[in-house]
């Protein structure tokens, strides 16, 4: 699996901003703990060139998909915890779900550290979560 802070990273299609350039629709694994968001590394090196050949061009925005053809990539996300099927919100309560799964675990092992590291994930998952979900109402009030 694809692990970043100890949490399981999730798959996904994203836009990565490099300098002056938008890159859509690229296989990106990322942390909904620490934020952290990597190319998926098995079009690491065509995201590179793509992206080389954009910034040569000045391109403000380009498609991945448009250039490279990822469904022979059949097990592009096998590394990942799990797949973002396009709600943001089930990705977390997912992630909270396996958070509370291994707090029960480490409560069981008298692991203190381990314990500690899934209480303050689980508190940042719920922050995040909680923090979206306000701005979503804010954003539906504002209709």
């Known amino acids: 699996m694809g692990f970043c802070c100890g949490a399981g990273m999730i798959g996904s299609l994203g836009t990565i901003r490099h300098e002056s350039v938008l890159v859509h629709n690229v296989p990106i694994m ?3 703990v620490c934020n952290r968001t990597r190319v998926q590394p098995a079009l690491e090196a065509e995201y590179d ?4 050949y ?6 403000t925005e380009v498609d991945f998909a448009e250039f490279v053809d990822t469904s022979k990539f ?3 996300f ?3 915890s799990m797949t973002d099927q396009g709600s943001y919100v089930d990705s977390l309560k997912k992630q909270i779900d396996i958070a509370l799964d291994l707090l ?3 409560k069981q092992m008298n ?3 381990w314990r500690e590291a899934l209480v303050s994930r689980l508190t940042h998952l719920s922050e995040r979560l909680r923090q979206y979900q ?6 539906r009030n504002a209709r």
Not at 49 to 52: A, D, F, G, Q, Y
Request: contains cysteine; glycine residues 10%; charged residues 25%.
């Open 30 to 32: 990322y942390c909904p």
């Open 49 to 52: 060139i793509l992206l080389e």
């Open 54 to 59: 954009a910034l040569g061009d000045q391109a």
């Open 74 to 76: 059949e097990h592009l």
């Open 78 to 80: 096998e590394n990942c």
């Open 104 to 106: 029960g675990v480490a």
């Open 111 to 113: 692991d203190k550290e």
């Open 134 to 139: 306000a701005n979503g109402q804010t954003t």
